[in-house]
């Protein structure tokens, strides 16, 4: 404050030339005139009216009451004295906190934060304060209003006048109902342990008796639906079964006097048929075992006797249709064979004084012919093993000689369409060979004199050629197994050589429009490959003299280019296993170095566009970090840093952390040391920042760390306003002294974890400091320090919040109020309109995962809301009311409120798959029967609807059905 009060009097001096203290008084002042200096001069000596005994005009601050218009001038600048600055004697409700003040926001509601005592707003002190449901002053917790200002309900866990038991909690298996009534049999819930079943009626024909044991079959009451009858007996041969099932035939059960067997199956085929009767031959079932077979009839004609055996030939029973006869003998050699067919000639069977022989096959060349009658010569049949032949004729120019055998090439005789000729000798080379027909080339004979060979085929292929000349190179035809080729010409340039061998790559020859060069060697670094192809780089063979290398491919990232040329670092190429990269230039600040490894932060060259500067060390304490990051000197050779004892930089942001050791100090001058080396007390935010103060901490030291619960007991802050969102306190703390001394200030202890101590405790040896390099409001986006915008301001609400988070569309404000009393309020932080198209509120009811959805095409204007609600919200608000809706805007607290904009989910109150029966949230500060407002310091959606939800955190609560500050962003402090 002295430095204000200096301030303002250097102000006064300079601008206005007067009320810097005493000034000379010209010798003239009080003649009624006013000349030179003088500002007036009323010619008297009273200097409480508006013109001063030192001719000055009179002003509030001057030191002297002005008559009828000031009430006090104590001559200072100081607003919270006995004399406000407005020259009024200072009183509660000014709306300055006074010496004996505890607070004072000018204002005569009594219910706000401020008491009209200028006594903060507290719980217990009888006046009921926003937040507050209730304050009855008293610290009786079991009347209607709680001692934390909660009214009292039933399950707060407080036995409150008319309830016969309160456990607290929301479960109505145990002992105690939430209707804070005692669980009983009947009362429709299960008391886990007692109960095994409680459907809260007196019906004991359901799943559940009314002694609340489950439903069995036995219990002696038919259950609907499910069991057919129960008479609470164990018997099998009675009416009802033990299973519950009317008795019947076919259940196993031999019901007394009602049937004679029940054997419980739907077979026919064993003692007890399924009409539970037993058994016998002639019931048209066949019983196993016992019977063949069984008809049901009297019939022995059929397949099945009336003895229940089956119909065999020799039963002595013509079975119609299957049997033309059945004597029942074993006689074959009468009418009826034992097959049950009728004799017959051919059967294999001599039937005596009707066949002179039959052996029962259908041949007439052996010795009984087919018409049952013995074989002779001259019958016109050939008998096998006698005759060769039988046609009964003298001709010997017909198949048949007249010896009885049968004519063949070589006998003498032409055998008429048969033979050509027909010699009589062997000879195989006159004009009629052995095979009596005339000779000619290609019958396999060689005529002699005529033919030079004859193979007795087409080919031209073989040793013969169809022609009955032997064949040559030269001929025209390719001899099998002997030549490769015959183009019957003299040319080595074609596919064929003269030598009938086929023409190939290396046989001295160029085979024309095939080879482009033969040099008949085997060597493939001439100017002739073995691939008859002129040498050219990329065939895989190292030209001798020209060629420098040749791996026959396309690529450039092996040890051999596309040129013929060895690979090598600076060719442009990068050699893969060998290189990462090649520029085929000479820089080391691009990405590829000159010796064709790619860059990194380290190599000790700074990578244009990427690095600020590359040392090639660890050392992230020396200028240049690990990360290539410029950051300031943090060692002692910085003249900020003097008297630090350890050292440790962040590699990312650059943030240097130093302990000074030593120092006993409070937690004020601890941060006002920080302050003047260019930083604060250090914040630890994650992890990592933590193990960075641990690395420079004295373990035998505990330094002040920069957090605070001051301000809210119980809800630590960082000096920086940095979200509080990681802490590591040891075991038991904080503890706030036990509540025997305030502890609202955070300390490092021996192993580096965080203790809460008094402010002004002469026990903290030490500080650590954090000197940042670049922060938040510089108007650099850092990714690194996990920014995502910078504007260079530290305020919210204009796209790039305080914490340097890009902002989005959000929730302002949640209504859930009585009856239809719903609305919900969409901020635009934005400088700009945003159009709402492409946008929608969905609803997901009673843990549903599927959303009712309402499409919205408005448009939100800068740094304006826009407000959807049901139409008794809106007959309230009016005007402020942007949007009526009774489908989507229809939540109670156990439901979910989503925004999303093309199909991205922007913001969403509640977790999508529950539905909490008290809402989301504790206390005040819930989503079931209150008003919802986002804090200030949130501008930002949850973008995950199916995340932990907890109002406390970003949200401050209000009673049901306010709503009277819709349509205006007004958000909780």
């Known amino acids: ?82 004399c406000s600055n407005a020259c009024k004697p200072s009183v509660c409700g000014d709306g300055v906190v006074q010496v004996g003040e505890q607070c004072d926001d000018g204002n005569r509601v009594d219910a706000d934060a401020c008491r009209n005592s200028c006594v903060p707003a507290s719980c217990g002190d009888g006046v009921v304060a926003t937040g507050e449901g209730c304050d009855d002053g008293n610290q009786i917790d079991n009347d209607a209003c709680r001692n934390n200002c909660i009214a009292a309900t039933c399950g707060d866990g407080v036995l409150q006048a008319g309830e016969r038991c309160d456990d607290g909690n929301a479960n109505n298996t145990d002992a105690c109902l939430t209707t804070c009534m005692p669980a009983t049999c009947g009362d429709g819930f299960v008391r886990a342990g007692m109960e095994a079943c409680d459907d809260g009626n007196a019906d004991n024909t359901d799943g559940c008796l009314i002694t609340c044991a489950a439903a069995t079959c036995g219990d002696g009451f038919v259950r609907v639906g499910v069991e057919a009858c129960d008479d609470g007996n164990g018997s099998n041969t009675d009416a009802c079964l033990s299973t519950c099932e009317v008795a019947a035939c076919g259940d196993g059960f031999v019901r007394a006097g009602t049937e004679a067997c029940d054997d419980g199956n739907a077979d026919n085929t064993d003692a007890c048929l399924t009409t539970c009767a037993v058994a016998a031959c002639g019931d048209g079932f066949v019983q196993v075992g016992t019977e063949a077979c069984d008809d049901g009839n009297a019939d022995n004609t059929d397949a099945c006797l009336t003895t229940c055996a089956a119909a065999v030939c020799g039963d002595g029973f013509v079975r119609a249709g299957v049997e033309a006869c059945d004597d029942g003998n074993a006689s074959n050699t009468d009418a009826c064979l034992t097959t049950c067919a009728a004799a017959a000639c051919g059967d294999g069977f001599v039937r005596g004084g009707v066949e002179a022989c039959d052996d029962g096959n259908a041949s007439n060349t052996d010795a009984c012919l087919t018409t049952c009658a013995v074989a002779t010569c001259g019958d016109g049949f050939v008998r096998t093993g006698t005759e060769a032949c039988d046609d009964a004729n003298a001709d010997n120019t017909d198949a048949c000689l007249t010896t009885y055998a049968a004519a063949a090439c070589g006998d003498g005789f032409v055998r008429a369409g048969v033979e050509a000729c027909d010699d009589g000798n062997g000879d195989n080379t006159d004009a009629c060979p052995g095979t009596c027909q005339a000779a000619r080339c290609g019958d396999g004979f060689v005529r002699a004199g005529t033919e030079a060979c004859d193979d007795a085929n087409t080919s031209n292929t073989d040793t013969c050629l169809n022609t009955c000349v032997v064949a040559a190179c030269g001929d025209g035809f390719v001899q099998v197994g002997v030549e490769a080729c015959d183009d019957a010409n003299a040319s080595n340039t074609d596919a064929c050589l003269t030598t009938c061998a086929a023409a190939t790559c290396g046989d ?27 040498a050219t780089c990329g065939d895989g063979f190292v030209h001798a003299g020209v060629e420098g290398c040749d791996d026959g491919n396309s690529s450039n990232t092996d040890a051999c280019l596309v040129t013929c040329t060895a690979a090598s670092c600076g060719d442009g190429f990068v050699n893969a296993g060998v290189e990462t990269c090649d520029d085929a230039n000479a820089s080391n600040t691009d990405a590829c170095l000159n010796t064709c490894a790619a860059a990194t932060c380290g190599d000790g060259f700074v990578l244009t566009g990427l690095e600020r500067c590359d040392d090639g060390n660890s050392n992230n304490t020396d200028g240049c970090s690990s990360s290539c990051v410029v950051v300031q000197v943090c060692n002692a050779s910085n003249p900020l840093l003097v008297g630090g004892d350890r050292f440790a930089g962040d590699a990312n942001s650059g943030d240097c952390y130093v302990s000074f050791d030593d120092e006993v100090t409070t937690f004020a001058a601890a941060s006002n040391a920080c302050a003047a080396s260019g930083g604060h007390l250090v914040t630890v935010n994650n992890a990592t920042e933590q193990a960075l103060v641990a690395a420079v901490q004295n373990p035998a030291q505990t330094p002040w760390i920069g957090g605070t619960d001051a301000t809210t007991e119980g809800v630590f802050a960082w000096l920086t306003g940095e979200t509080f969102g990681f802490s590591n306190f040891m075991p038991g703390q904080p503890d706030n002294g036990g509540g025997v001394i305030e502890q609202d200030c955070l300390q490092l202890v021996s192993n580096g974890e965080w203790n809460d101590i008094a402010c002004d405790d002469a026990g903290v040896v030490g500080r650590i400091c954090e000197i940042r390099t670049n922060a938040c409001g510089d108007g650099v986006t850092q990714a690194s320090r996990g920014e995502t915008c910078d504007d260079g301001n530290g305020t919210a609400f204009d796209g790039c919040n305080a914490v340097c988070r890009a902002e989005t569309l959000f929730f302002s404000e949640y209504v859930e109020g009585s009856s239809t009393n719903k609305a919900v309020e969409i901020a635009n932080p934005f400088n700009t309109p945003v159009n709402l198209t492409g946008c929608s509120l969905r609803l997901y009811s009673n843990g549903a995962i599927t959303p009712t959805s309402l499409a919205l095409t408005q448009t939100i204007a800068a740094h304006d809301v826009f407000v959807a609600c049901t139409a008794s919200v809106g007959t309230a608000i009016g005007a402020n009311c942007d949007l009526i809706n009774a489908s989507v805007i229809n939540f109670n607290g156990d439901d979910v409120v989503e925004l999303q904009c093309g199909g991205v989910t922007i913001d969403a109150i509640g977790r999508v798959g529950e539905a909490p029966a008290q809402g989301w949230g504790t206390g005040g500060v819930t989503t079931l029967n209150h008003t919802l407002r986002r804090k200030c310091a949130f501008t930002i959606g949850d973008n995950n609807r199916t995340d932990a939800f907890d109002p406390t955190i970003e949200w401050g609560g209000f009673a049901v059905d306010t709503f009277g500050d819709l349509g205006a962003y007004t958000c909780a402090p």
């Open 1 to 82: 404050m002295k430095y204000v009060a200096h301030a303002l009097a250097l102000w006064c001096c300079t601008f206005l030339f007067w009320g810097c203290g005493p000034a000379p008084v010209a010798q003239d002042c009080g003649d009624g005139e006013a000349t030179g200096t003088e500002q007036c001069d009323d010619g008297n000596a009273i200097d409480t009216d508006g013109c001063t005994n030192g001719c000055k005009q009179a002003r509030c601050g001057d030191g002297i009451v002005l008559a009828g218009v000031e009430q006090c001038d104590d001559g200072n600048q100081v607003d919270v004295d006995k």
């Open 508 to 534: 001295g020859f160029a085979q024309a429009g095939v080879e482009l060069c033969d040099d008949g060697n085997g060597d493939n670094t001439d100017a002739c490959p073995t691939t008859c192809q002129p």
